[in-house]
């Protein structure tokens, strides 16, 4: 069996600090490409990262406008596409692990659990932990399947990817896709990842109460609109 094409594709807005290291860092030789989505950024993002050896992209404002562009961006021989943060929050040598079941033919979509795996003091919030598991009873109870975590670490077959016909544009990507990947019933796996503190600047998600709030309420709005579609 050949060795699949893996493009790895990066949300970034406003990582300066961070998005140079996370681009160096990259298996290269395992991969075929880093693309680095610049959702808007007004720092200089987007000029380290090329200078670090991504392949730059502009999108809309949005973290699923952003894994949208990436997504249409990567080579088209591509089979397997990865996401990941930009804030260097993930840990990149965890990359191998996320993709060796769907490099061996038993599984189409894998998810990093930072629940499950090792965290570095301060990573998370307690808000964050709760949320994780709050958010997995609910998709065990609407859709038989157990998660622990909506974490930004994933993997995932392109040819899924495209059936799940994604459109959520903002942070409700993730869970988009799970949800999704759920009900057309691909072949799951969820694996422990590592997790530490971001390497520089204020998390869009949880950085304040208003952010944290904000995320909340859209991330309801997309498992109720996934889970029962012409309802919202």
């Known amino acids: ?29 395992s991969i075929a490409e880093c693309i680095v989505v610049d959702n808007g950024s007004s720092d200089g993002t987007a000029e380290i990262a090329a200078a670090a050896g991504a392949r730059v992209v502009t999108s809309p404002r949005g973290y699923g406008a952003a894994c949208s562009a990436g997504s249409s961006a990567a080579i088209t021989s591509s089979t397997i596409l990865v996401f990941m943060d930009g804030d ?105 990842v590592d997790y530490q503190c971001r390497r520089g600047g204020l998390s869009k998600v949880s950085g304040n109460l208003m952010a944290s709030l904000k995320t909340g309420v859209r991330i309801l709005a997309v498992l109720l609109r996934t889970s029962y579609p012409g309802r919202t």
Do not use: C
Not at 2 to 27: H, R, Y
Not at 120 to 149: I, K, N
């Open 88 to 192: 260097g929050s993930d840990v990149i040598a965890d990359l191998p692990r996320l993709v060796a079941p769907i490099a061996a033919g038993e599984a189409d979509f894998v998810i990093g659990s930072r629940l499950r795996g090792h965290r570095e003091p301060g990573s998370m919030l307690a808000s964050q932990v709760f949320a994780g598991h709050f958010v997995a009873l609910l998709l065990r109870l609407l859709h038989g399947v157990r998660y622990t975590d909506m974490g930004p670490f994933r993997a995932i077959r392109r040819s899924s990817l495209e059936q799940l016909m994604m459109s959520e544009m903002t942070y409700g990507w993730n869970l988009e896709m799970q949800a999704k990947a759920a009900k057309q019933h691909l072949r799951i796996q969820e694996i422990a």
């Open 1 to 29: 069996m050949s060795s699949p094409t893996i493009s790895v594709i990066i949300p970034a807005l406003n990582e300066q600090d961070s998005i140079g290291q996370v681009v160096a860092a990259m298996p290269w030789s």
